[in-house]
């Protein structure tokens, strides 16, 4: 199935660094969400954005909606060993009239001491 | 707690077999959505529901399917399973599943249902 393209696919960072990731598509979505998974659980939402060029910050978290509504980033500020999972984008589209999310690849992000 | 609730949180089995995951939507949603991943893979779309009737499908086999009861709790039906469809099987809820407030159209997911088949 169709798949946003997230990047990067992995990242080792130490404590207290910041992080960036980053999602693209050749499609354009009406909303960019943001989930994160922890191993064995579902994905839980951490941000959701709206509107083309939105910035939104939950936290240490700060989020953006491409201007070409084709793109989206995420920021985590001074990273906490909590932080480690895999975090996913996914774009909000309409398939005639039913509602569909698109999912990205997700970035796994583990973190040291 | 999302409060979408699936059971069982864990399911083995044996090829051929065949199960029933269940998954009880957030109080107030009408739409219901199934996804599947697979070890360290993406989720994968397979079906979504919305107040009983089915709305969309996605990559859903032939051996599986889905429906949504009138007290809006949702089953996956997985028959004649093979080793490949061992998985995490999500489902989530949302208030819509139609064109209407994008805020109505978030998606809150659901633990998930680990099936191995052995």
């Known amino acids: 199935g169709q798949q946003l393209n997230q990047s990067p696919q992995s990242m080792f960072i130490q404590e207290g660094e910041d992080v960036s990731m980053n999602c693209t598509s050749s499609s354009i979505f009406n909303t960019w969400l943001w989930y994160k998974q922890d191993p064995g659980e579902g994905p839980v939402l951490l941000i959701a954005l709206y509107k083309a060029g939105e910035l939104t910050s939950n936290g240490r978290l700060t989020a953006q909606f491409g201007i070409t509504r084709k793109d989206s980033f995420l920021n985590i500020s001074a990273s906490i060993p909590s932080d480690v999972g895999i975090y996913f984008c996914a774009g909000h589209s309409y398939t005639g009239t039913a509602s569909k999310l698109t999912f990205g690849t997700g970035t796994r992000l583990q973190v040291t001491l | 707690d999302s409060g979408v609730t699936q059971t069982p949180k864990h399911l083995i089995t044996a090829t051929g077999q065949r199960v029933t995951l269940r998954c009880s939507p957030r109080s107030g949603d009408l739409s219901v959505y199934w996804y599947q991943q697979s070890l360290d893979q993406g989720l994968q779309f397979l079906i979504q529901y919305y107040n009983g009737e089915e709305r969309a499908k996605g990559n859903i086999l032939e051996r599986f399917s889905a429906q949504q009861f009138p007290d809006l709790h949702s089953e996956l039906n997985l028959s004649s399973l093979e080793l490949g469809d061992s998985a995490l099987y999500f489902c989530?809820?949302?208030?819509?599943?139609?064109?209407?407030?994008?805020?109505?159209?978030?998606?809150?997911f659901g633990a998930g249902t680990r099936l191995s088949v052995l």
């Open positions: 989530a809820s949302s208030v819509e599943g139609e064109v209407g407030g994008q805020a109505k159209n978030i998606q809150y």
